[in-house]
Every structure is written in structure tokens, then in C-alpha cells.
């Protein structure tokens, strides 16, 4: 699949699930080429995937994969590369701060004698990546 291809792509699946994606020119001195700036981020109530007009396009396309893999997708059909490409991005992507009224993973306390710290219980609903 061409790049530009696997781009529109993607937009198409944020789309899908209600989130714009913008191509905005950066600030030269916000965005380099060694650290591309950009991402999703909720904008009055809206969610949206800011991406650097000025990036390269692999670039461009690494940026909405690594949005989209913070985002529930399971319900929405997507093209098999298109799935991959946003899978390959997942390994790096912090999950989502929850919304309002959503339930919040808390790390406890560290516990003593070097064993994993626990997690809290959640409250009201249950936690999607569980």
C-alpha cells in the first residue's frame, strides 16, 4: 500500500471512531526532525490528532498510528495493514487519560519486600484494556 494511501487510511479509521485529525504547520522551533511533535489531545470537550504539516510522511503516519493505538478500535473494521501499522505504534503509547466520569487505574503504594506494586480497585464501571 503507498504511504499517502495508508495516511488517508488512518484518517479514515479516527474518523470512524469521532476523532478529527488536523495537519497543522508546526512552529520550526516547537518540532524537529529528530522529535516530531503532535499526537491526540481533547480540544473543548473534542478529541483530535494534531499532526505536523512539515513532518515527513512516515512521520505524519507514525503520529496518527501512535493516537489511534490509545483508542478503543476493537469495534470498528479496519483494513489488515492499516490494523498492523497502528499494533506496530502501540508498544510506545501511553493509554488515555480517562475522561470524566471514567474509572482511573491508581497504582498503590510500592509493597514492602520488593514484590509489584498492587493496583487499586476501580471504581463504578469497568476498565476497557482490562
Known amino acids: 500500500m503507498e504511504l499517502s494511501r495508508l495516511l488517508d487510511e488512518l484518517t479514515l479509521a479516527a474518523d470512524k471512531v469521532g476523532i478529527a485529525v488536523r495537519?497543522?504547520?508546526?512552529d520550526p522551533h516547537l518540532s524537529d526532525a529528530r522529535n516530531p511533535r503532535g499526537?491526540?489531545?481533547?480540544?473543548?470537550?473534542?478529541?483530535?490528532?494534531?499532526?505536523d504539516a512539515n513532518a515527513s510522511l512516515p512521520d505524519r503516519i507514525?503520529?496518527?498510528a501512535a493516537a489511534?493505538?490509545?483508542v478503543d478500535l476493537e469495534s470498528v473494521f479496519l483494513p489488515p495493514i492499516v490494523r498492523a501499522t497502528i499494533g506496530a505504534h502501540a508498544r510506545g503509547a501511553r493509554p488515555l487519560a480517562a475522561a470524566p466520569g471514567e474509572p482511573v487505574r491508581l497504582p498503590a503504594r510500592p509493597a514492602r519486600g520488593g514484590k509489584a506494586p498492587k493496583l487499586l480497585?476501580?471504581?463504578?464501571?469497568?476498565?476497557r484494556g482490562a
Do not use: D, N, Q, S
Not at 495537519?23 to 508546526?26: D, K, L
Not at 480497585?121 to 476498565?127: E, I, M, S, Y
Open 23 to 26: 495537519m497543522e504547520a508546526f
Open 39 to 51: 499526537g491526540l489531545c481533547t480540544v473543548l470537550g473534542r478529541r483530535i490528532i494534531l499532526v
Open 62 to 64: 507514525a503520529t496518527v
Open 68 to 70: 489511534l493505538a490509545r
Open 121 to 127: 480497585p476501580l471504581a463504578r464501571t469497568k476498565w
